[in-house]
């Protein structure tokens, strides 16, 4: 259906074109991002867009020829990257910047601006295509490190397109992940996707912390909130195309080859070892544990051969160029120490070799053994697993590959460890029968299970529900039409009910250096000082704080902490919503939160007159989120049963009235004042939301930058706000006489919140 178009977007297509004589050829592309996709990818009937592997050159005219027929003939769509491009972009940032920084070798990691920018243009470049290509409905599927900043590059053109990213190697830790001066760049790139998926939980929880220290964005477990919309996050472990091996497997060609290994007289047990040549892969690791199992237990020499079998990659990067020298040295050494005229220990296949004969060595090997230093995930593992159906071969596997959380019956190493490696080696070797088929039955299950298809599947049904979801957090950060705000600038009686901190100013890292700005100022002293609007401000803050800052302003009604207490504008006394006003219960509660502050270094407490809050913003951010819901539980068991509530805030925690509400505080202002015939509500988190709540339908409720909201509109930060307000303040026809009087008499004498008070307060 044209409509549910899928569009793959990799770096490489399934083909590159390469140069053979005078003619151009296809030839498929290496690595285990084609081999688990590809197949699936024809199944779906999928767009490809990707690199076709060779620029512009001579015979343009074959070179493009060719590259239609493949958009023609199987929906590959090729992304042109210069030359000089190329180098700076894949050889340059991606695989000598990323890959090495999200693999966890900080150490390998070349830092260079140019590269940066030249990524920069390369992700342009395949977000330009997909755009053009775009249809309304299409799912953009964009895959690994190479394309991190192509789903937010999409999304800024099109807003309402499907956009999912998977991440095919590892999430670092934070600590590691944070050495990126573009850190912010990345995560806010890879952010512009419906859902960001990963190999594992423990990549997903490292990418959370990122996104939390970096961004300062608290994530819940499967989700990021980015205000108007959030971003699913999900670990989907990628699996094989198991049918593919099964029918290789069965073929009459590769089960002559097997019949033949096993009946040769002079059989060999045999380990295999299939990588590209990469350093993450531990190939050179691999080997000094395998020289160590010779030299340790001679019982083996001419009875083990390992097939080594490392297809080179990247070698324009000297650290692979290097690395092939290493491991053919090591070879040789190896060789050279152990072999006889009748045995070589080693056999080292550096190519790429056919699926046929890789499925055959597959089967015929009794281990295999998969040893990388760092792995996304590692296909090998279960290729291997695959290809010993019905048979008990072992499969040896590094407990730093990703295949590692789900492939528990191997046998696990430590590939760093020498000398456990050589060990488990030799177990594998001597495993008897019965316990070597029982744990290839139970990983052939999982591997069956969680096959590629599966994992597909799996995605594109996370990433429609994600696009679904992900955008029902509110409006988007537009603001109000301009024909309201006309309508609100020339409404005879207005009411403006107001959050101060987050709403009317940036959130400050202490609350104290949050000061109201001149712009802030003016725009309320203008707004109240016209006779025919009521201006209130509602505010989590102390009274003292909001008479000290704003006192003066002639004409605004204040209500402090969450509306407990509210002051009119002509008496200028403050009066309680509610009564029962009891701060005693400070005296139990305040040692609870001692307690948390001392255990969060630059985590703090404020007192206010009727609430306590617990600040954290400056505190190391995991550990603030961390123990802010302790406490939140904590304080719940401890307040049950009081009109006390712990409610969590942006970085803070608070205790106080239960009642105390700014809605309910905005209502009872309002029961003394004529009907508003414009209205507006402004407010940034959760507390604001009961506002929202309580006002009329007509309100317009605007929500100040990120996270769920039953506003109407929403603008991205204060600036934008006090821009609204400005307009609104614009010279309009003067109406009316002044109302303010009766509204604070009505409130003193019968209305709600004096009714309440008592005198207690002056
Ligand atoms: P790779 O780093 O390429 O993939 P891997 O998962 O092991 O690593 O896939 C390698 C693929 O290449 C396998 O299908 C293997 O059969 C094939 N291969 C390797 N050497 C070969 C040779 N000499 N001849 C022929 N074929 C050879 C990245 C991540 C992994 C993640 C995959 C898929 O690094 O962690 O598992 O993507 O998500």
Redesign the pocket.
């Known amino acids: 259906m044209s409509s549910q178009r899928l569009v793959v977007v990799a770096n490489r297509l399934p083909l590159r074109i390469r140069r053979s004589g005078a003619a151009w050829q296809a030839a498929p592309s ?4 084609v ?2 996709l590809a197949p699936i990818a024809a199944d779906l009937d999928a767009q490809w867009i990707g690199w076709a592997g060779a620029n512009p050159g001579p015979d343009e005219a074959g070179r493009r020829a060719l590259l239609d027929s493949w958009e023609r003939d199987r929906g590959f769509i090729a992304v042109d990257l210069p030359a000089d491009l190329v180098e700076r972009y894949y050889d340059g940032y991606a695989n000598s910047t990323l890959w090495p920084l999200l693999h966890g070798f900080p150490g390998r990691v070349r830092l260079d601006r140019e590269t940066w920018l030249a990524y920069r243009d390369a992700n342009q470049r395949f977000a330009d295509r997909i755009v053009e290509r775009y249809q309304p409905g299409d799912r953009i599927w964009v895959h ?1 490190y190479h394309l991190a900043l192509v789903p937010q590059l999409v999304r800024e053109r099109l807003p309402d397109a499907t956009i999912g990213f ?1 991440l ?3 999430f670092p830790s934070a600590e590691i992940f944070k050495i990126l001066p573009e850190r912010e760049r990345l995560l806010r790139g890879l952010l512009g996707a419906d859902l960001v998926a990963f ?1 594992t939980h423990a990549h997903l929880h490292d990418f959370r912390r990122a996104v939390l220290e970096i961004l300062g964005l608290e994530t819940g477990m499967d989700r990021v909130d980015l205000g108007d919309r959030s971003v699913a996050l999900a670990a989907l472990p ?1 699996g ?1 195309v198991v049918g593919e091996w099964e029918r290789r497997l069965a073929s009459r060609k590769v089960q002559s080859v097997i019949r033949a290994r096993r009946e040769a007289p002079d059989r060999l047990r045999t380990i295999i070892a ?3 040549l ?1 350093d ?2 531990g190939i050179p690791e691999r080997l000094r544990a395998f020289r160590q199992l010779l030299r340790t237990r001679p019982e083996w020499h001419g009875r083990v051969q390992l097939v080594q ?3 080179p990659s990247r070698e324009r990067i000297p650290r692979y160029a290097e690395l092939r020298r290493t491991v053919s040295e090591l070879v040789g050494e190896v060789n050279g120490e152990f072999a006889t005229a009748d045995w070589n220990p080693v056999v080292y ?1 550096r ?5 046929a004969e ?1 499925t055959a060595l597959y089967a015929t090997a009794d281990v295999g053994w998969v040893a ?1 230093l760092r ?7 279960k ?1 291997y697993v695959a290809c010993q159906a019905g048979e008990s071969g072992v499969l040896v596997l590094s407990e730093f ?3 590692a959380q789900e492939l528990g019956e191997a046998i696990r190493v430590n590939p760093y460890d020498v000398d456990g490696s050589a060990d488990a080696i030799h177990r594998a070797l001597t495993m008897p029968e019965p316990e070597r088929r029982d744990r290839e039955a139970a990983l052939l299950a999982r591997v069956t299970r969680n096959d590629a298809p599966a994992w597909a599947r799996r995605f594109l049904d996370e990433l429609r529900s994600a696009a679904r979801d992900g955008r029902r957090d509110g409006p988007p950060n537009a603001g109000p039409p301009s024909e309201l705000l006309e309508r609100g600038r020339a409404a005879a009686e207005r009411a403006f009910w107001l959050d101060y901190d987050g709403s009317l100013v940036a959130i400050a890292p202490r609350p104290a250096d949050a000061v109201p700005t001149p712009a802030a100022l003016a725009v309320l002293r203008r707004l109240a000082a016209d006779p025919s609007t009521h201006v209130a401000l509602l505010s989590g803050r102390a009274r003292s704080e909001l008479e000290r800052w704003f006192g003066e302003i002639p004409g605004l009604w204040l209500a402090a902490e969450h509306g407990v207490v509210i002051r009119d504008p002509i008496g200028r006394e403050w009066r309680p919503l509610h009564g029962g006003l009891d701060a005693q219960w400070k005296v139990a509660v305040r040692p609870t939160l001692e307690h948390f502050a001392d255990r969060a270094p630059g985590s703090s407490i404020e007192e206010k007159e009727f609430g306590l809050a617990w600040h954290y913003r400056l505190a190391e951010p995991e550990l603030g989120a961390f123990l802010a819901s302790e406490l939140v539980a904590l304080l719940h068991r401890q307040l049950a049963g009081t009109d006390l509530v712990a409610l969590s805030g942006r970085k803070v925690v608070e205790v106080r009235f239960g009642w105390a509400n700014k809605g309910d505080a905005a209502l009872a202002i309002r029961e003394g004042m004529p009907e508003p015939e414009f209205e507006l509500a402004l407010g940034d988190d959760r507390t604001d939301e009961d506002l929202f709540e309580r006002l009329p339908e007509t309100a317009l409720t605007l929500r100040v930058g990120s996270g769920p909201t039953r506003a109407r509109y929403r603008v991205p930060d204060p600036a934008a706000a006090i821009a609204i307000l400005d307009r609104l303040a614009e010279t309009r026809p003067s109406v009316k006489p002044m109302r303010v009087p009766d509204v604070a008499r009505q409130l003193a004498g019968s209305g709600a919140a004096a009714s309440r008070s008592g005198s207690r307060w002056p």
Do not use: W, Y
């Not at 290496?30 to 991002?33: E, I, V």
């Not at 190519?351 to 699926?355: D, F, G, H, N």
């Not at 792995?375 to 593992?381: E, I, Q, R, Y």
């Open positions: 290496p690595g285990g991002l081999a688990a690994d998977f095919h190697i590892p190999q990628i094989i299939v990588d590209r990469d993450t892969k079998v490392a297809v296949l190519r790429s070799v056919e699926p890789l990388p792995d996304g995930m590692n296909l090998v593992a290729e590959a990703g295949a």
